[in-house]
């Protein structure tokens, strides 16, 4: 197996090479045209429009269909709806009422507060193994209190991570294939939005 980055070299290498030959045979003008074409070659940046990443091998999911960042996928703006995370490459799943509509509109800035209620009760369109979710809220500390749970299970162990004064990612491994999830410990919580990775 080769070392990390040695490809890369490697080809550079080749293609100075292949250009130093063919300006000994094929003369100048080919050699600055092959010339031009190189710094596109050696990154491997996408320069497809709507795509990123060495060859173009993922979509870009920006808002408005804005341009992502042609190496890393990173959005100018906010995901397009239905999607969120890293570069917004993951598939958030469809929510059925009863939930609150602030909760999943793809807008972090509009929120609502929970009252007394204890769970929240979360139904997805279809089943799916829920491996993550992301809470958006007001407040980080208040949002990675809240409990993963289903009807069969009082309660998930999920790992949390805080992103950001306001945002929690909930990583839960052993919830499985299910078409609910509950979420609980969430009295007085305001909560901005709400998004579930379909597996």
């Not at 059925?96 to 009252?115: A, E, F, G, K, V």
């Amino acid at each position: 197996m080769s070392e990390p980055g040695r490809g890369r070299t490697d080809l550079t290498f080749h293609i100075h090479f292949s250009f130093h030959n063919m300006l000994a045979c094929a003369g100048l003008p080919l050699f600055l045209i092959l010339l031009l074409a190189l710094p596109s070659i050696s990154t491997g940046n996408c320069l497809e429009r709507g795509w990123f990443g060495n060859n173009c091998q993922y979509m870009c999911h920006c808002k408005y269909q804005q341009q992502c960042d042609r190496t890393t996928g990173t959005c100018p703006g906010p995901c397009e709806s239905g999607w969120f995370g890293p570069a917004c490459q993951y598939a958030s799943a469809v929510f059925i009422p009863p939930i609150r509509s602030s909760w999943h509109d793809n807008n972090p800035t509009t929120c609502q507060r929970t009252h007394s209620e204890r769970n929240v009760f979360i139904n997805f369109k279809e089943s799916f193994a829920v491996t993550w979710l992301r809470i958006v809220g007001k407040n980080a500390d208040h949002i990675a209190r809240i409990q993963i749970q289903s009807l069969a299970r009082s309660a998930y162990s999920c790992r949390t991570a805080k992103l950001d004064s306001k945002t929690v990612d909930f990583v839960c491994s052993d919830i499985g294939v299910t078409d609910r999830i509950i979420l609980s410990n969430i009295a007085h919580t305001e909560v901005c939005e709400i998004y579930v990775s379909k597996g």
